[in-house]
Nanobody, 125 residues
Framework: VQLQASGGGLVQAGGSLRLSCAASGRAITTWDMGWFRQAPGKERESVATHTWGGDAVYIDSVKGRFTVSRDNSANTVYLQMNNLLPEDTAVYYC????????????????????WGQGTQVTVSS
Protein backbone atom coordinates (compact mmCIF):
# COMPACT_ATOMS: atom_id res chain seq x y z
CA VAL A 1 0.00 0.00 0.00
CA GLN A 2 1.27 3.45 -0.90
CA LEU A 3 -0.12 6.81 0.15
CA GLN A 4 0.68 9.90 -1.90
CA ALA A 5 -0.05 13.23 -0.24
CA SER A 6 -0.28 16.43 -2.24
CA GLY A 7 -1.75 19.91 -2.17
CA GLY A 8 0.51 21.71 0.26
CA GLY A 9 1.93 25.14 -0.38
CA LEU A 10 2.40 28.69 0.82
CA VAL A 11 -0.71 30.66 1.70
CA GLN A 12 -1.49 33.83 3.61
CA ALA A 13 -3.32 33.71 6.91
CA GLY A 14 -7.03 33.37 6.28
CA GLY A 15 -6.49 31.46 3.08
CA SER A 16 -7.40 27.90 2.14
CA LEU A 17 -5.71 24.75 0.92
CA ARG A 18 -7.00 21.31 0.04
CA LEU A 19 -4.76 18.36 0.72
CA SER A 20 -5.26 15.06 -1.06
CA CYS A 21 -4.04 11.60 -0.14
CA ALA A 22 -4.27 9.05 -2.93
CA ALA A 23 -3.95 5.42 -1.89
CA SER A 24 -2.79 2.62 -4.15
CA GLY A 25 -2.35 -1.09 -3.62
CA ARG A 26 -5.74 -1.81 -2.10
CA ALA A 27 -9.01 -0.14 -1.36
CA ILE A 28 -9.29 2.02 1.76
CA THR A 29 -13.05 1.54 2.07
CA THR A 30 -12.84 -0.43 5.32
CA TRP A 31 -10.04 1.56 6.92
CA ASP A 32 -9.83 4.61 9.15
CA MET A 33 -7.78 7.32 7.48
CA GLY A 34 -5.97 10.07 9.33
CA TRP A 35 -4.18 13.34 8.82
CA PHE A 36 -1.29 14.29 11.06
CA ARG A 37 1.04 17.26 11.13
CA GLN A 38 4.45 18.05 12.52
CA ALA A 39 5.61 21.60 13.08
CA PRO A 40 9.30 22.46 13.47
CA GLY A 41 10.55 21.47 16.90
CA LYS A 42 7.28 19.80 17.84
CA GLU A 43 5.99 16.26 17.97
CA ARG A 44 3.72 14.95 15.28
CA GLU A 45 0.06 15.34 16.22
CA SER A 46 -3.20 13.98 14.94
CA VAL A 47 -5.28 16.58 13.09
CA ALA A 48 -8.29 14.65 11.81
CA THR A 49 -9.59 11.14 11.36
CA HIS A 50 -12.13 9.93 8.83
CA THR A 51 -13.51 6.60 9.94
CA TRP A 52 -14.51 3.78 7.64
CA GLY A 53 -18.08 4.42 8.79
CA GLY A 54 -17.98 8.03 7.61
CA ASP A 55 -17.45 9.85 10.89
CA ALA A 56 -15.02 12.75 11.14
CA VAL A 57 -13.04 13.59 14.26
CA TYR A 58 -10.86 16.67 14.75
CA ILE A 59 -8.53 18.17 17.27
CA ASP A 60 -9.98 21.25 18.95
CA SER A 61 -7.67 23.73 17.26
CA VAL A 62 -8.97 22.93 13.77
CA LYS A 63 -12.66 22.35 14.47
CA GLY A 64 -14.81 24.58 12.31
CA ARG A 65 -11.92 25.30 9.95
CA PHE A 66 -10.82 21.90 8.60
CA THR A 67 -12.95 19.24 6.96
CA VAL A 68 -11.81 15.68 6.33
CA SER A 69 -13.58 13.62 3.69
CA ARG A 70 -13.01 10.72 1.37
CA ASP A 71 -13.96 9.52 -2.08
CA ASN A 72 -13.84 5.74 -1.96
CA SER A 73 -14.32 5.47 -5.72
CA ALA A 74 -11.11 7.45 -6.14
CA ASN A 75 -9.43 5.77 -3.16
CA THR A 76 -8.56 9.24 -1.91
CA VAL A 77 -8.89 11.17 1.34
CA TYR A 78 -9.01 14.95 1.50
CA LEU A 79 -8.35 17.63 4.08
CA GLN A 80 -9.98 20.94 3.28
CA MET A 81 -8.32 23.64 5.34
CA ASN A 82 -9.99 27.04 5.58
CA ASN A 83 -9.14 30.16 7.55
CA LEU A 84 -5.58 28.99 7.91
CA LEU A 85 -3.47 30.40 10.73
CA PRO A 86 0.31 30.72 11.02
CA GLU A 87 0.23 28.05 13.71
CA ASP A 88 -1.08 25.59 11.12
CA THR A 89 2.33 25.68 9.46
CA ALA A 90 3.68 22.13 9.44
CA VAL A 91 4.40 19.10 7.33
CA TYR A 92 1.12 17.26 6.89
CA TYR A 93 1.00 13.49 6.62
CA CYS A 94 -1.80 11.15 5.71
CA UNK A 95 -1.98 7.70 7.24
CA UNK A 96 -4.01 4.53 7.03
CA UNK A 97 -5.06 2.10 9.76
CA UNK A 98 -5.30 -1.23 7.96
CA UNK A 99 -7.54 -2.78 10.60
CA UNK A 100 -10.67 -3.65 8.68
CA UNK A 101 -13.78 -2.11 10.25
CA UNK A 102 -11.88 -0.88 13.30
CA UNK A 103 -14.23 -0.89 16.30
CA UNK A 104 -12.61 2.25 17.74
CA UNK A 105 -11.61 5.55 16.17
CA UNK A 106 -7.94 5.62 15.22
CA UNK A 107 -6.32 8.60 16.94
CA UNK A 108 -2.71 7.96 17.77
CA UNK A 109 0.26 7.33 15.55
CA UNK A 110 0.41 3.77 16.87
CA UNK A 111 -2.98 3.04 15.31
CA UNK A 112 -1.65 3.65 11.81
CA UNK A 113 0.66 1.43 9.82
CA UNK A 114 0.82 3.10 6.42
CA TRP A 115 2.10 6.64 5.97
CA GLY A 116 2.40 9.08 3.13
CA GLN A 117 5.51 11.13 2.48
CA GLY A 118 4.24 14.44 3.85
CA THR A 119 3.38 17.73 2.21
CA GLN A 120 4.53 21.14 3.49
CA VAL A 121 1.94 23.73 4.48
CA THR A 122 3.25 27.21 5.25
CA VAL A 123 0.94 29.97 6.41
CA SER A 124 2.32 33.47 6.43
CA SER A 125 1.00 36.18 8.73
Amino acid sequence: VQLQASGGGLVQAGGSLRLSCAASGRAITTWDMGWFRQAPGKERESVATHTWGGDAVYIDSVKGRFTVSRDNSANTVYLQMNNLLPEDTAVYYCAADSTDYSPTVSYSEDDYNYWGQGTQVTVSS
